[in-house]
């Protein structure tokens, strides 16, 4: 579809635009700063709204992360049916927006509200990065290794939520999850050997895997029994919960991921289970794997470790 689009005369200032798919653009305005800018939102996925206020404004800033950036700043994007929610609904969002961005440190400067059919709230989020500290997602190397910041299975715990089936403590597990900040990724920018990071979200973790893949010209090879899962998603998992946004990806996709045949079909649901705030995926030499997995464990990422590899070929995950 982008592809389609009117050719735009070419800037040496934008750094980083949309041509790899990456999670913010950003814009040099001199040698040592480039202003990083990015926008998310989305519809409710949980009932409680100040939860989903805080789950889509970490969403927002995780972008401004992912690329190595620190957030400074950020407007509200917001929509809701007036005549169907109350001024105390409304509050309660703005609110859990809010308090996801003071826990960044980042200030809420103001933004815009419309009548909309349904709820929709997020943030357009203005950042910095070191122009030499971009960490896009087409950088890895032959012979990386892949560092996983987060438990996967926030679709699948959603998927039971939705049939009003999902435990306290999934819920529990589920929020805390989405609303844990990506603030490592400004850490990372200034690791030596960290190659590249996105940040792993709606196509999942395969999904994004293979964006790293076509990005550097090379194929990944991961390791099942490595996956960081969250506990109640994996129980919800071998039930059977499921969303129709992973069999969109693996109908997307699916032809470049080669798996086991003995894998079992919720083994395969999580691999594509797409993730609201998902964890920061790294691409990073063999050697410095411990160390970057210490600072994610050193930060509160108790999930964190290491899943796969990098290796010439073409764009290709294999899972063993």
């Known amino acids: 579809m982008l592809s389609k689009l009117p050719p735009q005369a070419?800037?040496?200032?934008?750094l980083v635009g949309y041509e790899t798919g990456d999670d913010a653009a950003v814009y040099k305005v001199n040698k040592d700063q480039g202003v990083v800018a990015t926008t998310d939102f989305f519809m409710p996925i949980v009932d409680d709204p100040f939860d989903y206020g805080r789950?889509?404004?970490?969403?927002?800033?995780?972008?401004?992360?992912?690329?190595?950036?620190?957030?400074?700043?950020?407007?509200?994007?917001?929509?809701?049916?007036?005549?169907?929610?109350?001024?105390?609904?409304?509050?309660?969002?703005?609110?859990?927006?809010?308090?996801?961005?003071?826990?960044?440190?980042?200030?809420?400067?103001?933004?815009h509200t419309i009548d909309a059919p349904e709820p929709i709230?997020?943030?357009?989020?203005?950042?910095?990065?070191?122009?030499?500290?971009?960490?896009?997602?087409?950088?890895?190397?032959?012979?990386?290794?892949?560092?996983?910041?987060?438990?996967?299975g926030v679709g699948i715990l959603g998927a039971a939520m939705n049939r009003n089936e999902l435990s306290s403590k999934g819920y529990e597990e589920m929020v805390e999850s989405t609303t844990k900040l990506n603030s490592i990724g400004a850490d990372l920018a200034d690791m030596a050997g960290v190659h590249a990071v996105t940040d792993v979200t709606g196509f999942g973790l395969v999904g994004h895997l293979l964006e790293l893949c076509d990005g550097a010209g090379l194929t990944a090879t991961l390791n099942w029994d490595d996956l960081p899962?969250?506990?109640?998603?994996?129980?919800?998992?071998?039930?059977?919960?499921?969303?129709?946004?992973?069999n969109r990806n693996w109908a997307s996709f699916g032809k470049n991921i080669t798996i086991p045949e003995t894998m079992e079909q919720w083994q395969k649901n999580m691999l594509t289970d797409p993730q609201t705030s998902g964890g920061l995926m790294v691409s990073c030499?063999?050697?410095?794997?411990?160390?970057?997995?210490?600072?994610?464990?050193?930060?509160?990422?108790?999930?964190a470790k290491q899943i796969g590899s990098m290796e010439a070929g073409a764009a290709h995950v294999t899972v063993v």
């Open 10 to 14: 070419a800037n040496p200032a934008l």
């Open 55 to 111: 789950i889509a404004a970490t969403n927002a800033l995780s972008d401004v992360y992912a690329i190595g950036g620190k957030p400074i700043m950020a407007l509200a994007i917001a929509g809701f049916p007036m005549d169907k929610m109350s001024t105390d609904q409304v509050q309660k969002i703005l609110t859990g927006g809010t308090q996801a961005c003071s826990d960044a440190n980042v200030p809420i400067a103001g933004g």
């Open 121 to 152: 709230y997020g943030l357009a989020v203005v950042g910095l990065v070191h122009p030499d500290k971009i960490k896009r997602n087409d950088d890895a190397k032959d012979g990386d290794v892949l560092v996983l910041g987060k438990g996967l």
């Open 229 to 246: 899962i969250l506990p109640s998603a994996l129980e919800y998992a071998k039930q059977g919960y499921n969303t129709g946004a992973a």
């Open 285 to 303: 030499p063999p050697e410095r794997a411990d160390e970057i997995i210490s600072q994610f464990h050193a930060q509160g990422y108790s999930f």
